[in-house]
């Protein structure tokens, strides 16, 4: 058993629907239409029951996972390492092109939905995994790092910069994107000195276009 390998014997709660994301690429994902209502009889039964911000594909992930297809040199041959993953949208995007992908979350749902959709998909150089970036297994390696979304929450500012420069300082390139956001600014200060390339992308969805900011940071 590998680091992060789970006996995941649950069931899904969360309906699934296959999505096509693009046209060689269709993924199992929680039905947004569901999830909330699910959410909540979930809440009557068990009152501390955390939302599943994991459950939902975010601007970010679509964001992500359209640059990498359109550079694909930053992942083509390398062993990529995506943390916090949810629904792992970059991952599986670019799971043709690399050596091999590591898909992880601390959510033991969310890794049952990586295998799914790994099993789904064929592959054969792509690994799901329980991981929590505040306590990574000492032996986690990764030519380049995938982070989508994950500097929302201040408190996990100074856990996230830890594993940024962990990660940079062994010649890994960490590809983050974020949408722009005010309160990441502290943030975004801090990793300013690794920044080797900044693209702005939007992405439209029904409501609103949200803007999202790619960085790749390295040494």
Request: proline share 8%.
């Given at each position: 058993?590998?680091?992060?390998?789970?006996l995941?014997?649950?069931?899904?709660?969360?309906?699934?629907?296959?999505?096509?994301?693009?046209?060689?690429?269709?993924?199992?994902?929680?039905d947004?239409?569901?999830v909330?209502s699910?959410?909540?009889?979930?809440?009557?039964?068990?009152?501390?029951?955390?939302f599943?911000?994991?459950?939902?594909?975010w601007?970010s992930?679509?964001?992500?996972?359209?640059?990498?297809?359109?550079?694909?040199?930053?992942?083509?041959?390398?062993?990529?390492?995506?943390?916090?993953?949810?629904?792992?949208?970059?991952?599986?995007?670019?799971?043709?092109?690399?050596?091999?992908?590591?898909?992880s979350?601390?959510a033991?749902?969310?890794?049952?939905?990586?295998k799914?959709n790994?099993?789904?998909?064929g592959l054969?150089?792509a690994?799901a995994?329980?991981?929590?970036?505040?306590?990574?297994?000492?032996?986690l390696?990764?030519?380049v790092?995938?982070?989508?979304?994950?500097n929302?929450?201040?408190v996990?500012?100074?856990?996230?910069?830890?594993l940024?420069?962990?990660?940079?300082?062994?010649?890994t390139?960490?590809?983050?994107?974020?949408?722009v956001?005010?309160?990441i600014?502290?943030f975004?200060?801090?990793i300013?000195?690794?920044?080797?390339?900044?693209v702005?992308?939007?992405?439209s969805?029904?409501?609103e276009a949200?803007?999202?900011?790619?960085?790749?940071?390295?040494?």
């Amino acid at each position: 058993m590998r680091f992060g390998d789970v006996l995941l014997s649950h069931t899904m709660h969360y309906p699934l629907t296959l999505t096509n994301i693009f046209p060689d690429l269709g993924l199992y994902l929680p039905d947004p239409l569901q999830v909330r209502s699910v959410y909540e009889k979930q809440l009557l039964a068990e009152p501390d029951t955390p939302f599943p911000f994991w459950a939902k594909t975010w601007p970010s992930a679509f964001a992500l996972a359209s640059f990498l297809r359109d550079e694909i040199k930053w992942t083509e041959g390398k062993n990529v390492l995506e943390l916090g993953a949810g629904t792992a949208l970059p991952s599986f995007a670019i799971a043709p092109f690399a050596a091999s992908v590591t898909i992880s979350d601390h959510a033991p749902e969310a890794v049952a939905l990586m295998k799914k959709n790994i099993a789904h998909l064929g592959l054969q150089n792509a690994h799901a995994c329980l991981i929590d970036w505040n306590a990574l297994p000492p032996n986690l390696e990764a030519g380049v790092l995938l982070l989508s979304d994950t500097n929302y929450a201040a408190v996990q500012f100074p856990s996230l910069l830890n594993l940024i420069d962990r990660f940079v300082n062994v010649g890994t390139t960490v590809i983050l994107s974020t949408p722009v956001r005010i309160n990441i600014t502290p943030f975004a200060e801090a990793i300013r000195p690794l920044i080797k390339h900044s693209v702005l992308r939007t992405h439209s969805q029904p409501q609103e276009a949200v803007e999202i900011r790619i960085l790749v940071l390295g040494k």
